[in-house]
């Protein structure tokens, strides 16, 4: 329990700490990270002895907040720390020149936070609060240097994609808890027949949106505007592995129809953009699209109901893509820049950073002993003893003769050309780059222990599928370092640069549409604002006008009535004239009146 | 009746000349003379009173408007501005209003005496002696309370009349 | 229908019309109380015409007589004070001058 709580409340309190101190933000970030690590490596120690660390905290009635450490998320969560940990330290010297480096340390360890908080997870409403966070972590990380032209949009195209996609994760959970009566996650997948083909569905659109598979495989190309460490953690080994995660978890629920559904989708995505990283001119941009391609594999395996292997495919590609971006990295602050062209023969320059970038390549590609040479060799295995293999099958090869296609490209342009200038030692750089690559490449080893660990099936270790592998992946290596990707592509050139978007892709699909119901719900709480207003001067017009009434209406009535009486007796002030003469006449006819209305008595009386 | 025919001749005769001379106390500019006319006019009246035989009134009447009209020349002639009408000044306002007014009540008074039925003649009169011989019974019989009531009133108004004419001691004078 | 009567009242009549006029019409207090006197001679020539047309037994008729008789004198009298007084404050008697009274 010790162990959980340090590595959530290791990084949280760092980042908390570097933004109220906002300073030490490298010291800080390093230790917290640390200190989460260590947590980590505790829980997998507990796991491994067969304890099952969890957290409840009350929460909403029947439905409390759980975090559980089982064997599958203990290893996520190891693997979560151990990048963090590194990539952080590759970006002390990345961000060394850098004066928003506080901000970029804190979020990157809240990041990290929300991250170890989704996979050590134990309950839907924990999960859906991480995925959040972790959206809006990458929202700020991507645009971290907001004041380049092109990186606010770019940051908030990703958001909005993902975010749209996020709805299924929503409609899924709900749907789950709703059947099962609990939030807590392992409960809820004993859910079997329709809804649990429904709530599949919608958790693989979720996974599409997260995991950046086809059709919205885009927004990770334009995440790249952010800076490198950001590409390195959070979209290649954890960000975008939440998609993963989550069908991985939820897999033993999962009905074949979902399944073949997930399988089919990951094969093409695998296809699509192993075809857009060829044609990409750009390392970042190539290195994403891998990453796509990477997932699309992943989620193959999953289709073919081996979710262990997808796993083992997530860690290793994890340490791989991660150090693959590190590099790139180095690179980028060699040339200024992460276009091919400019970093032609930036290899040359720094042989150390180099072999490493190569050992990661390789590995990628799928070449024994290397940790991506075992997890490419079980997805492989799966994809053929799969129900669905006529399908996966030959989406998987393809998916890795393409992979070995592009890291060959990457590594000719790399490695052949002008090398420049001497370059600067870059020693934290260089330490996270090497302890990453170390990583990938022994990592293999490890995997026999973790199948048992997580007490896996694994399809029959046959022949075939590790020679169909690696011999895909060697075609694929020879053919991106020695043929050019245009003659390569062909026909497809043209549209693998563009991405292949159709119909518009997302941007008219959800962008435009999004942004336009933002335009009119404003414009519309403008003229409520206005018609709110309108009504209060219409009430201030009537308060005027009743109180005029009253002035003129009433006070006029009763000022009038004075006046009146006033001349009234100013009129008959002239009577009194003061003359004698005047009175007696007065007197006179008044007598008349009074003698005719006597003697006219008899008349009336 | 001879008698009544009389009557009605000196009836006539003294009422025109009270009248007339009613009509001169107003027409003329001269105090005096005005206060005369209006002596000779009562003088006129009570000749009435006598010769509807009603002796004691009569006397009563020429012998108290003698008096008084000898007071009213001299307060005529210590109040006037002009006390002999020597000058031109117009003395009288409202003319027109008076003509009316005078002219009306007249038409008025005129009507009601001709055209009113007054019931029958009397009988007979009782001469002179006995005339004054009920009066005294009528005086301290029947209107002793209206005289002396009377009594009380002219004591009080002479009081008054008295205190009015009477010039303050003040030295700052006074109405 | 007493010819008497009427020919007396209609000079009674004459007198109070005469009267009037002078009492409306004089600008002067003593005028006007002459007018004032003219009226009261014409009450008592009516008074003494009803007394001896219609009833000449009852003395109550020259009882009245008498009675107007003393009003007269008596407001004779109050007149006069009051035309003494105002000839002292003022130095005239005129009536187109007293105008104190007025509203």
């Known amino acids: 329990m010790i162990m959980l709580a340090l590595t959530l409340l290791a990084p949280l309190l760092a980042g908390l700490a570097i933004f109220a101190l906002r300073r030490a933000a490298e010291a800080l970030a390093l230790f917290g990270a640390a200190l989460g690590l260590l947590g980590a490596v505790g829980q997998m120690f507990a796991v491994v002895d067969g304890a099952t660390p969890a957290v409840v905290v009350p929460f909403l009635p029947e439905m409390p907040l759980r975090l559980t450490a089982s064997p599958l998320t203990a290893v996520l969560s190891l693997v979560v720390a151990t990048v963090a940990i590194f990539v952080l330290t590759y970006a002390v010297g990345y961000m060394r020149h850098d004066p928003q480096k506080v901000r970029f340390f804190g979020t990157m360890l809240l990041f990290v936070t929300a991250m170890q908080g989704l996979v050590l997870s134990g309950d839907w409403i924990t999960l859906l609060a991480a995925w959040e966070m972790i959206g809006f972590a990458s929202y700020l990380l991507i645009g971290f240097w907001h004041d380049r032209p092109g990186v606010a949009s770019s940051a908030t195209r990703a958001f909005l994609y993902t975010r749209s996609a996020d709805l299924g994760l929503y409609i899924g959970a709900f749907l789950l808890i709703g059947v099962a009566g609990t939030s807590e996650i392992a409960a809820s997948l004993a859910t079997t027949g329709t809804p649990a083909l429904i709530a599949g569905l919608l958790l693989l659109v979720a996974a599409m949106g997260k995991s950046a598979q086809v059709p919205m495989q885009d927004w990770l190309q334009r995440a790249m505007a952010g800076p490198t460490p950001v590409s390195a953690l959070l979209h290649s080994a954890t960000l975008v592995a939440a998609g993963a995660i989550l069908l991985i978890r939820a897999a033993p629920m999962l009905p074949t129809g979902a399944l073949l559904v997930i399988g089919i989708v990951g094969g093409v995505t695998a296809v699509i953009t192993g075809l857009i990283a060829l044609a990409e001119k750009d390392l970042k941009r190539l290195l994403a699209a891998s990453t796509s391609s990477q997932y699309g594999l992943m989620l193959v395996a999953v289709g073919a109901g081996a979710p262990v292997a997808a796993l083992l495919h997530l860690i290793a590609h994890a340490a791989i893509k991660s150090s693959l971006f590190l590099g790139a990295g180095v690179f980028q602050h060699d040339r200024n820049g992460t276009d091919m062209k400019s970093l032609a023969g930036a290899g040359r320059a720094r042989p150390g950073i180099f072999a490493g970038f190569a050992i990661s390549a390789l590995a990628l590609a799928g070449i024994p002993p290397l940790a991506g040479f075992f997890s490419k060799d079980a997805v492989i295995a799966a994809a053929l003893a799969a129900p669905g293999a006529v399908w996966l099958a030959p989406l998987a090869l393809a998916g890795t003769v393409l992979t070995g296609a592009y890291m060959g490209r990457a590594l000719r342009v790399l490695g052949t050309g002008d090398p420049g200038d001497l370059a600067i030692p870059v020693p934290f750089m260089a330490a996270g780059l090497g302890v990453l690559v170390a990583l990938a490449a022994v990592l293999g080893l490890g995997f026999g222990p973790l199948e048992r660990l997580l007490d896996a099936q694994m399809a029959e270790a046959g022949l075939l599928a590790p020679v169909l592998g690696l011999g895909a992946a060697l075609s694929g290596l020879a053919l991106g370092s020695l043929v050019a990707p245009a003659r390569l592509l062909g026909p497809l050139s043209g549209l693998a640069q563009n991405g292949f978007t159709i119909f518009g892709g997302m941007d008219a699909l959800v962008l435009r549409p999004a942004l336009a119901i933002a335009a009119a719900c404003e414009r519309l709480e403008r003229w409520l604002y206005a018609a709110v207003l309108r009504i209060g001067r219409i009430n201030l017009s009537l308060g005027w006008i009743v109180r005029r009434a009253d002035n003129e209406g009433i006070d006029g009535t009763i000022f009038g009535l004075v006046r009146q009486t006033i001349q009234t007796g100013t009129r008959a002030r002239k009577l009194q004239s003061g003359f004698i003469h005047r009175e007696l006449a007065l007197t006179v006819i008044g007598m008349a009146v009074i003698v005719v209305v006597l003697l006219a008595a008899p008349l009336y009386s | ?175 | 229908m007493i010819v008497e009567l009427s020919v007396t009242l209609s000079i009674g009549a004459g007198l109070f019309a005469v009267g009037l006029y002078g009492a409306l019409s004089q600008t002067n207090l003593v005028m006007i109380l002459m007018g004032v006197e003219l009226i009261l001679a014409a009450a008592l020539v009516n008074l003494v015409a009803f007394w001896r047309y219609l009833h000449p037994d009852a003395m109550s008729g020259q009882m009245f007589v008498l009675i107007v008789m003393t009003v007269m004198a008596v407001e004779m009298a109050v007149g006069f004070g009051i035309a003494i007084a105002r000839f002292r404050s003022r130095g005239s008697v005129e009536m187109e001058e007293a105008r104190e009274l007025k509203g």
């Open chain 2, 1 to 175: 009746m001879t008698g009544s025919v009389w009557e009605l001749f000196f009836l006539v005769f003294f009422g025109l000349a009270a009248i007339w001379f009613g009509i001169v106390v107003f027409r003329t500019h001269s105090m005096v003379r005005s206060a005369l006319a209006l002596l000779f006019s009562q003088t006129a009246i009570g000749a009435m009173f006598m010769v509807m035989q009603a002796e004691f009134l009569g006397v009563l009447q020429i012998m108290m408007m003698a008096t008084e009209m000898s007071v009213m020349a001299l307060f005529m002639v210590m109040f006037m501005m002009d006390p002999g009408g020597m000058g031109a000044m117009e003395m009288s306002h409202q003319k027109r209003l008076s003509l009316r007014a005078g002219g009306v009540g007249l038409l008025a008074a005129l009507a009601v005496s001709w055209l009113a039925d007054w019931g029958p003649a009397a009988a007979s009169i009782p001469d002179a002696s006995r005339q004054v011989e009920l009066l005294g019974i009528e005086l301290l019989g029947r209107s002793m309370f209206i005289f002396e009531s009377a009594g009380l009133t002219i004591l009080t108004s002479m009081i008054a009349a008295t205190m009015v004419a009477i010039a303050p001691r003040k030295p700052g004078g006074g109405t």
